[in-house]
Each structure stands twice: as C-alpha cells, then as structure tokens.
C-alpha cells in the first residue's frame, strides 16, 4: 500500500538553529500537508500546498516556517530558527487532488523534533 | 470558534467487549466527519468516513453514526481485541478552511485488556 515516508524520524537540535524536515508524498496525490502535534495535545494544521504555492496556513505558520518542493518527490518544511516551543511531532500528510479522498489524509509516520 | 470535543480522555474496556466512543462538535454544521486511529509514536490513520446524510457506516468490526441534529459522532468498535487499544480522533473539515485543512478532537486513548 502507498505510504508518505518522513525523514528523520527524530532530530535534536539548539534553539536558534535552522531545521529542515523531509517528507516523500504519495505519487500520484497533488496536495500535501504538514500537522504538527505537541506532546498531549491535539493534532493541528500548519499548512497545505497545491500546485508549488501555498494553499492554506494556519496562525502558527509563521515567518519562521517555510515549505518548498525542490524536486518532484520531496516535500519540505523549514523552521528557521527554532525556538523551545517547536518541539513536537511534525506529520506530513497527502491526498488525491479531488475525488471521494480528497480530504482524507494519509499522514506519514512522523518527524520527531526536540529543540533544546 | 469550531470545536471538537472527545469527552474521553480514556476508555478501558475488556476484551470481546464493545467500545464506544463519543465525539461532539460545535458551531459547526460539517458535510462530514472522520475517524482516525493513532499509535503511540505515529501518525493518525484514516478509519473511516460518514457524511451527514449517511445515519450509520460499518467497516468489519467498525461502526460510527452521525447526529447533525445533536451534533454528536458516535465510534464503536465490536468483540474489541487488544490489538485495537490504541487513541482514536475524530476530525472536522474546517469551516471555510481549504481542502484537507481539519480540526481533529484531542482523542480517546482505548485501552482493551485481555
């Protein structure tokens, strides 16, 4: 079965510095998603992205994060320079660009970031 | 604001027992509603999908109903096995959000004891 594979599985890094996660969307789906989850708490939108632009962001989508599809498989998330509050799960996600799918995400297994 | 409540942080339940998990939302009117499973370390796993004018959907041991009127989402899980302890959400499509932007309640951690 198709599957959204997410690299690291889990990064460390010091407040201040540059984090770059890594995501492989499904083939043939035309949207892609980060969500992010802190420990506890509920799974949240950060962005979605269609076409090579960004489609939607939520408010904690802010200047320090971006997102960018470099090539034809990968699709990115940049945090510029992280800050305590951006450890979490970070979740790439993919769906179909319409169809009875097109809003059931298949999410990857996730990136977890430790900012220290 | 939208909301999605789980009223359950946690469900314990024995095996071969029925699980059922509640899922309320508010100042919202959706098209259709989600369920979604989670392991510890992972990412959410699409489940199923009801529309709102759809009463009841079943997939194999899965059944979930929809109330617009009490705005409620009912899950339940038949003859529950170890195997499907694991945290369950439900998810909205976001009100005027775009596609795939949901809102997900906090979740039910189920935990079915043999």
């Known amino acids: 079965e198709p599957e959204v594979t997410q690299t690291p599985s889990h990064q460390v890094t010091q407040m201040g510095q540059e984090v770059i996660l890594r995501c492989v969307p499904i083939?043939?789906?035309?949207?892609f998603y980060w969500y992010r989850q802190i420990l506890g708490q509920k799974v949240e939108f950060l962005v979605s992205?269609?076409?090579?632009?960004?489609?939607?962001k939520s408010e904690i989508f802010d200047d320090q994060f971006s997102v960018e599809r470099p090539d034809g498989s990968n699709f990115t998330l940049k945090i510029r320079s992280t800050k305590l509050e951006d450890s979490a799960m970070y979740f790439c996600?993919?769906?179909?660009?319409?169809?009875?799918?097109?809003?059931?995400?298949?999410f990857g297994a996730g990136s977890r970031l430790t900012v220290l | 604001s939208q909301k999605i409540e789980q009223n359950s942080e946690a469900l314990n339940i024995q095996e071969g027992k029925t699980a059922t998990l509640t899922c309320n939302y508010t100042?919202?009117?959706?098209?259709?509603l989600q369920w979604y499973r989670q392991d510890p370390g992972r990412g959410p796993v699409f489940l199923l999908l009801?529309?709102?004018?759809?009463k009841e959907k079943r997939k194999e041991r899965l059944k979930v109903t929809f109330d617009t009127t009490l705005k409620q989402s009912l899950f339940h899980i038949t003859a529950s096995q170890p195997a499907d302890s694991a945290t369950y959400l439900c998810?909205?499509?976001?009100?005027?959000?775009?596609?795939?932007?949901?809102?997900f309640g906090k979740g039910t951690k189920l935990s079915v004891k043999p």
């Open positions: 996600a993919s769906t179909p660009y319409v169809g009875a799918g097109a809003n059931v995400l298949t």
């Open positions: 083939s043939n789906h035309l949207y």
């Open positions: 992205f269609y076409n090579n632009e960004i489609s939607e």
């Open positions: 100042n919202y009117s959706p098209a259709y």
């Open positions: 009801i529309r709102e004018n759809e």
């Open positions: 998810a909205l499509l976001r009100g005027g959000g775009s596609q795939g932007n949901l809102i």
